[in-house]
């Protein structure tokens, strides 16, 4: 009788301790919903933030293109495609998207080329490499009203440094910054000098993730130093090139600060960009919904020229590595 009173319990606990399989799909559903809402409970401050800094004022922006709001409070109705149709018909948004597109041209090549170089000559082993590593990338640490000022004053007709040096060769002095023709080239060479160090950076990160056993193999088959550098370095470093040319294209086509600091947009609208264009009206002549439509033809040419730089650089990328 004992034995079969003390078996029973036993039995029933083995019994209860396997539930039915639609019991058990029940509750890992349970817990699949439970750790869905953990989830969104998780993301939720980042979506919060998302939506009323981001999507928000994109689409409020969008909004405004079609009104005629202003800054004074008045004239905010509807008004359809009308600013959208004086924007594309106004000189001064051609006139600041061509300086747009001059700067970044004449900064994206030296951007990436110089940065190249100064990471190969890093990477090869200099001397000093800690010094020679600060002195490249140092300047990029700093804020754009210091850049700005110590360019300005580098290139002041009477006291700068550099028409002071080419005085010493008997040039005559040059108003960088004041005359048409050369303030451009003078924004660009402080914008080079200023940010190369993180393209810099970019490229030596690369440089030291090819592996040696590629150099290795190379030596032995007799290659060159420049043998290596066109065939194995510069291919290697191709995806990185891809990044940091639309970096530099999206960086530069999105000038602002260095340019309103240094020349304000002169001599005569010479070197004002389209964002400093978007500012002035929005801002100083108040007309906050022809600032957005302007703003938003800057926005979708922007994309445009993503897409098409993407869709040239994959299929080279692809060429190069099939051939």
């Not at 130093?225 to 470093?237: D, E, H």
């Not at 500012?279 to 994309?303: D, H, K, M, N, P």
Request: with cysteine; glycine share 8%.
């Amino acid at each position: 009788m004992t034995t079969m009173n003390s078996a029973a319990p036993a039995s029933v606990a083995r019994d209860g301790d396997h539930d039915p399989p639609a019991s058990r799909a029940e509750g890992r559903r349970r817990q699949r919903r439970r750790n869905n809402l953990l989830g969104w409970l998780y993301c939720t401050p980042f979506l919060l933030a998302f939506f009323l800094f981001l999507i928000w004022p994109t689409v409020y922006g969008i909004w405004m293109s079609f009104t005629g709001v202003s800054l004074a409070g008045t004239n905010d109705h509807f008004i359809g495609l009308d600013n959208w149709v004086e924007a594309f018909g106004d000189p001064e948004v051609w006139s600041s998207l061509w300086n747009t597109l001059v700067f970044t041209l004449l900064s994206s090549v030296p951007l990436v080329l110089v940065a190249l170089v100064l990471a190969i000559l890093v990477n090869i082993g200099l001397p000093g490499q800690w010094f020679w590593r600060l002195s490249f990338f140092m300047p990029y640490l700093l804020a754009s009203t210091v850049i700005s000022q110590f360019w300005v004053w580098m290139l002041n007709p009477q006291l700068g440094l550099v028409n002071t040096v080419l005085g010493w060769v008997g040039i005559e002095p040059i108003a960088w910054l004041q005359d048409p023709s050369t303030a451009m080239i003078s924004v660009v060479l402080a914008t080079v000098w200023w940010t190369v160090g993180f393209n810099f950076l970019l490229y030596l990160t690369a440089l030291q993730n090819i592996p040696d056993q590629l150099y290795e193999a190379a030596s032995l088959d007799g290659a060159g130093t420049r043998r290596k550098l066109v065939s194995i370095t510069l291919p290697q470093l191709a995806p990185i090139t891809v990044l940091v040319l639309v970096l530099q294209l999206l960086a530069s086509l999105k000038v602002f600060d260095q340019i309103f600091q240094m020349t304000g947009g002169g001599p005569a609208g010479a070197t004002r960009p389209i964002l400093q264009y978007v500012y002035e009206a929005g801002f100083t002549g108040y007309r906050l919904g022809y600032a957005s439509a302007v703003s938003y033809i800057f926005f979708f040419l922007i994309i445009l020229i993503s897409i098409a730089y993407m869709v040239i650089s994959t299929r080279t990328t692809k060429r190069s590595v099939q051939a």
